[in-house]
């Protein structure tokens, strides 16, 4: 990402606590570098505790400052109200949480087994509500504030074939934003919500365009004619974390060049014509990259 493309005047997150959920790679990586950057201390949750580390200290060492790794896997209630608990002792209540860990991968949804749709619904709908839920009561119980910004897609309004678990999850999270940003609202929590387009992660490439075989998959194009810049997610991420714009409250905002109005954003255009064969082969190097990460996490 250029950090001179940020919007936002240093100092700005100064005393800010967020949880970034998936913060060690991808987009997670990304918010968790702006935030840091503004001042904001950063919690960074993942599977990987070395991934954590990793990025922990690669960004210190470029911004100075506060980020802590804390190993949780999202779809283990128990290990998030551990996390949770190790977080508040570090420094107290958190005022932010970036509901971000996610995973998904292109298939048929008749190709799905029972497992293959709970591994996607666990991690992005009841993951992501078990770490609201947790943070919530405890925000509630103690009288302080928290800010929550889950990252969906535009699926949340049109759906998408070929990712069927991630966007009935995605809507779900969606239909979360915006009834707690409503319940909770009196409890100075509010809720929104990000629906980035295309902007290319390694872990998002290798499940969603295995092999670079589909191109630009969602669509066939997007108005601008390019993917978006991490910098420009980053920016709308602290707009609606920071402070200045509090009155914001239950709402999904798209950032995606305008491909969702153009083509749906999905992957229809690109998938529908492809035979059992490349299911297959896609299938095995998707296979491949989780078994390549299952072994990453037992180091
Ligand atoms: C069919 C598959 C499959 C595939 C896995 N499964 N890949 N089924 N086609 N390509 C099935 C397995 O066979 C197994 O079912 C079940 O899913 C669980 O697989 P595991 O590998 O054991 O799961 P696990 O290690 O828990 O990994 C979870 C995961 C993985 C979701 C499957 O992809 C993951 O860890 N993802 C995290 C990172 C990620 O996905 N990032 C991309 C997010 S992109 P059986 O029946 O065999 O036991 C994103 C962006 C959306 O969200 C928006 C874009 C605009």
Redo the contacts with the bound molecule.
């Keep these: 990402m250029d950090v001179s493309k940020l919007m936002f005047r240093d100092g700005l997150m100064e005393g800010e606590r967020i949880l970034v959920t998936g913060g060690g790679t991808?987009l997670g990586k990304e918010m968790t570098q702006g935030f840091l950057k503004l001042g904001a201390t950063v919690y960074i949750c993942g599977r990987r505790q070395n991934k954590l580390d990793e990025t922990a200290a690669e960004l210190m060492e470029k911004h100075g400052g506060k980020v802590v790794g804390v190993a949780c896997d999202i779809r283990d209630a128990e290990a998030i109200h551990e996390m949770l608990d190790t977080i508040w002792a570090d420094g107290g209540a958190l005022t932010g949480v970036v509901n971000n860990a996610?995973?998904?991968?292109?298939?048929r949804t008749e190709?799905?087994?029972?497992?293959?749709f709970n591994?996607?619904a666990d991690?992005?709908m009841r993951g992501t509500f078990y770490v609201t839920l947790d943070v919530g009561k405890r925000i509630k119980a103690e009288g302080g504030r928290c800010n929550f910004v889950s990252i969906l897609?535009?699926?949340v309004w049109n759906g998408s074939a070929f990712?069927v678990p991630?966007a009935m999850s995605k809507s779900a999270i969606n239909t979360m934003t915006q009834s707690l940003a409503v319940e909770w609202g009196r409890y100075n929590m509010r809720f929104n919500a990000i629906a980035?387009?295309?902007f290319p992660t390694k872990?998002?490439s290798a499940?969603?365009n295995p092999g670079g075989s589909g191109g630009n998959s969602?669509g066939g194009g997007n108005p601008m004619g390019r993917a978006g810049e991490m910098h420009e997610l980053v920016n709308l991420a602290t707009f609606l974390m920071g402070p200045g714009a509090e009155y914001v409250n239950g709402q999904t905002i798209a950032i995606d060049g305008a491909g969702y109005q153009a083509n749906g954003?999905t992957f229809w255009a690109t998938l529908q014509g492809l035979g059992d064969a490349e299911w297959e082969q896609?299938?095995a190097m998707?296979?491949g990259t989780?078994?390549k990460?299952?072994a990453d996490r037992a180091v």
Excluded: C, H, Y
């Design positions: 991808g996610a995973g998904n991968f292109i298939s190709d799905l087994s029972i497992n293959g591994a996607i991690i992005v897609t535009t699926w990712v991630s980035p387009g295309l872990g998002m499940r969603l969602q954003g896609m299938r998707i296979k989780n078994e990460d299952k």
